[in-house]
C-alpha cells in the first residue's frame, strides 16, 4: 500500500513562506506524476502544482509566480516551496501520487495565513 506522508504546513503571517514536503514510502519513480493541491474551507479542491518524470513543472495560471514545485529523487520526496503568502492561500494542501496501479492520497498538512 502505497503511502504519502506531507510535512512543513503551520501558520505563516501575510508575506512570509512555507516548504511543503511529501515523502512517498515507496520509489517516486513509479509514479507516472506528483502533485499538490489544495483544500480551502466551503471549496472544490485545486490543484496547485504538478511534476512529471521529467520536463519542468506544470502551473495553473492563478498559481504561477509564488508557487514552485521540486523533487528529490534521492529522498522519495516532493516539495512546494510558497512564498508571499496571502491569506487565500489558506487551505489544507494534499499531496498526489498518479501511477498506473492507482492515485493516491496524503493525510494533508494545513497551512494557515494569518496576522
Known amino acids: 500500500q502505497v503511502q504519502l506522508v506531507e510535512s512543513g504546513g503551520g501558520l505563516v503571517q501575510p508575506g512570509g513562506s512555507l516548504r511543503l514536503s511529501c515523502t512517498t514510502s515507496g520509489s517516486i519513480f513509479s509514479f507516472t506524476n506528483m502533485g499538490w493541491y489544495r483544500q480551502a474551507p466551503g471549496k472544490q479542491r485545486e490543484l496547485v502544482a504538478r511534476?512529471?518524470?521529467?520536463?519542468?513543472?506544470y502551473y495553473p495560471d492563478s498559481m504561477k509566480g509564488r508557487f514552485t514545485m521540486s523533487r528529490d529523487n534521492a529522498k522519495n520526496t516532493v516539495y512546494l516551496q510558497m512564498n508571499s503568502l496571502k491569506p487565500e492561500d489558506t487551505a489544507v494542501y494534499y499531496c498526489?501520487?498518479?501511477?498506473?496501479?492507482?492515485?493516491?492520497w496524503g493525510q494533508g498538512t494545513q497551512v494557515t495565513v494569518s496576522s
Open positions: 498526489n501520487a498518479f501511477g498506473t496501479d492507482g492515485d493516491y
Open positions: 511534476i512529471f518524470k521529467i520536463g519542468s513543472p
